[in-house]
């Protein structure tokens, strides 16, 4: 049977898809049944994905080259590094123990009503920062300190003397005061959630590391770097003179929250920014549990989150951390990693189709790892980092090798929160318009010697194909849906500039037809459109594997000479692969673990046998397979640093495939 993608002839009337605007449906004959991707089902035993022959071949001696050098041009210098134990490939042989919901914890929350949602957000609402000062006061994301109370209360009462908020929403001070219930409208969450059946098995609560919480700053330190702030409604005055002679030069307002708040201060405190010479820009805080991400990125967008090319304006910002509602599940919104990774991606996507530009990320690094299983997914998105010390950032969440913005405290010298960009206010303002990112990318390749290039734009998402047949895989950068496609790995080369895609697609490339040429495709929220050429214009495949939240990988799992999809999926704390032989008929050839949940999963022949297998890269570690069918780690050793993101390719004529890193 033909494995590969067949070349697919549209009839001649049929007008080609833009590039920019792939349909959601492309008919082509023998594709997957259009509509929503579904996900995968585990097959009852793991079929094998290449011939019973082929068994696990012994790898060379594992290798540490060491850390590369941080933007060095062309080297890799080597160091002695310890090697690290294989991966953890095997899942708990039984789940943890699930506790009985809270008397308080709604059930369902994606089933509240608008009006019961309104209840438990309250007059205020959550604010960006919220449970890493709670973890800071009570080491507790969920219960308010006493300061937050007195805050919150005080807020709330003026807004109500001004008209501005409904007194039936405001926060019971007793009801408040109780450890554990401090969230928003506390008075009101015992009626929404008292009809939860207690039976209704919800999630284990999540578990954050001890030194998440740190001391809180003296008011009036400052590190070096252009000062900014973000407030909400929780700061009902703000003086934007004082703050602008303070050298704040930039300012996030809270805009909405979920699908049922606005911030009633929003125009005030966003116009309040602009008249003293602000750049400013609109934040979402994100209640994933209670509706789709498309759902929250389009109330956003409506109610002050859009975005314009004009320096001013800061890109849409999304507050993804600690959930501060105990009646709507644990930290992690009773959310598995792969929901959490789908529902960001399904907001970002959203965002960026509504507004042309894709939003930052505003997260800790605790919060990350815990509830997305420390995902590298995003890496093409700005970070907006929280961390209050005096040191710095610390570790970036995976995916990351550098923030945009830090929120270095929520004490001063700003009122709300202060933060810091790392550049000038024309940098600023350039990252603002989004006619540069600041810096190029810069691609290393593990090869002998180390192989080096500069090319694109840091932000871009790169990947490394056989273009023109000849043997040696090339780098290309994917932007917004637009391909620059080069045919050297270094030195000077003609560019190709492709428009296929959208932005928020995972760009895909591979030798779907066999012709021994690598072309394009994406991978979007569990649907495949593939080109078997290097051109825009209409898809000439699309079928459905996967699902919202997977990292798609390619190769040839059997041998035929076709490349076919596979992706790669957090499971407990574990990675599952599922891989297909067929872009025709897409079933599900072989499933396993390999590596663990916050691994990035790779792909390539390693060994130089005709086979693909897969691998994983953890931090600046490498674990590759020989075999999909019994699949240890044949071989491990360091390349990069911990926030590169991985590249695959044979950079040499007749070799396996090597890997890479994009910084």
Known sequence: MLAGLLCVALAATAAPASASQLPPEHSVTETS????????????????VS???????????????????????????????PTPAAPEVNAPSSSPAVPEPAESEVADPSALTEEELAEIIGILGAKMGQGLERLEETR??????????????????????????????ATDPSAAAVPGGGSPGAAAQSS????????????????????????????TWQPSGLQGMDVSSHQTAVNWNRAWNQGARFAYVKATEATSYKNPLFSSQYNGASSVGMLR?????AIPNVSSGAAQANYFVNNGGGWSADGNTLPPLLDIEYNPYPSLGNTCYNMSAGQMVSWIRDFSQTVSARTGRLPMIYTTTDW???????????????????????????????GWSRYTLWQYSSTGPFEGDSNVYQGSVDQLRSFARQSSVGRPGQLYYRSNPAKGLEYGNASDQYLTCDWNG?????????RNGTWYIRDSLTGTATVREVRYGDPGDQPICGDWDGNGRDTIGVFRNGMVYLKNSVTSGAADGVFAFGAPGDTAIVGDWDGDGYDTLGVGRPEGVAQRFYLTNSNIRPGVAGSFLFGNAG??????????????????KRGNYWYLTNSNIRPTASSSFQFGNAGDRPLTGRWDRGTGTSVGVAR
């Open 140 to 169: 507790d994301p969920q219960s308010p300190g006493g300061g937050e109370i007195a805050e919150r209360l005080d807020a709330e009462d003026k807004l109500i003397i001004s008209g501005l908020a409904d007194p039936e929403l």
């Open 368 to 398: 990350w790892r815990t509830c997305t299983g420390n995902s590298s997914a995003f890496a093409a998105q700005p970070l907006h980092i929280a961390a209050y010390n005096t040191t710095g950032p610390g570790a970036l969440p995976n």
């Open 51 to 81: 011939p019973e022959s082929q068994e696990p071949q012994q790898s060379e001696p594992a290798q540490t080259p060491g850390q590369l050098p941080d933007l060095a041009p062309e080297t890799a210098p080597e160091s002695a590094a």
């Open 599 to 616: 691994d990035t999963p790779v792909s390539g022949d390693w060994n130089n046998d005709r086979f693909t297998t897969v691998g994983v």
């Open 33 to 48: 049944p259009a509509g929503p991707a579904p996900t995968i089902p585990e097959p009852a035993e793991s079929a094998p």
């Open 192 to 219: 929404a959630g008292a009809a939860a059946p207690a039976s209704v098995p919800l999630a284990a609560p999540a578990l954050h590391t001890a030194d998440a919480p740190s001391v809180s700053l003296a008011a």
């Open 281 to 285: 820009g609109a934040y979402h805080f």
């Open 470 to 478: 000849d043997g040696v895989a090339t780098p290309a950068a994917f």
